[in-house]
């Protein structure tokens, strides 16, 4: 080997931007796909924080004002005006051959509907971080596979095993399955959290939606018995 050619041969730049810039197009491609993954996931990430907080404030309203007793008239937001005003509703439409047992189940059932839609717009978004927990590490697999691959091929071409040779192209095939690494574990991390803060959210309002359905089927109940004693 000429000895002219070793430096250039030896300078490689190993800083994360060197190896991004420096590594093949397909291997670039695939660094790419995973920052542009890894923010999609931090942006549900954050959106879900925000919204799970003010969903834990409306559960916690919702509590209050079942173990109240409070009046379901007022400007009620969020999670818990949608579950009121579906109780609301389904007290408000009547029907005297029903007893009061049907009369709980349909309202408690108009209140879960309505819960339950809410929770699915709360799970919007944790599918991507479900997908990029389990895929990007085989995306960067990928993208290492690649890289090792060029490698040998360096070492056909150049008939030199020598690290100055082998160690840019491993290095950055190993950099993408860093990557893919980096965005996996987050990912995995913050969906079982979500989804937990999620069915916790959903559990509590569950509880006390049994209560309010139980007090309003007693008021249709009391008021009927009203009505028949005027009469």
């Excluded at 979500?194 to 009391?222: H, K």
Aim: net charge positive; aromatic share 6%; with cysteine.
């Amino acid at each position: 080997m000429d000895p002219t050619q070793a430096p250039t041969e030896v300078a490689h730049d190993f800083s994360f931007l060197g190896l991004f810039l420096q590594a093949d197009p397909i291997v670039k491609g695939v660094m790419i796909l995973l920052v542009i993954a890894s923010i999609a996931c931090w942006t549900v990430v954050f959106e879900k924080i925000i919204r799970l907080s003010a969903a834990r404030r409306q559960a916690k309203a919702f509590e209050t004002l079942v173990r109240s007793g409070g009046s379901l008239d007022g400007q009620h937001k969020g999670l818990t005006g949608h579950v009121v005003k579906a109780a609301i509703d389904a007290w408000r439409d009547q029907d005297p051959t029903e007893t009061r047992a049907e009369r709980r189940e349909r309202i408690e059932r108009a209140m879960r509907g309505a819960l339950g839609l809410e929770v699915k717009r709360l799970r919007t978004g944790l599918s991507l971080l479900a997908t990029s927990g389990s895929t990007a590490p085989f995306v960067g697999l990928f993208g290492t596979v690649w890289g090792i691959m060029n490698s040998f091929s360096s070492i056909a071409r150049s008939q030199d095993t020598s690290l100055a040779v082998v160690a840019p192209g491993i290095a950055e095939a190993l950099f993408a399955t860093a990557i893919g690494l980096v965005v996996a574990i987050p990912a995995v991390m913050a969906y079982n959290k979500l989804a937990g803060d999620i069915g916790g959210i959903q559990s509590s309002f569950t509880s006390y939606i049994s209560l309010l359905g139980d007090r309003l089927a007693r008021e249709r109940t009391g008021a009927g018995q009203h009505r028949a004693a005027a009469e």
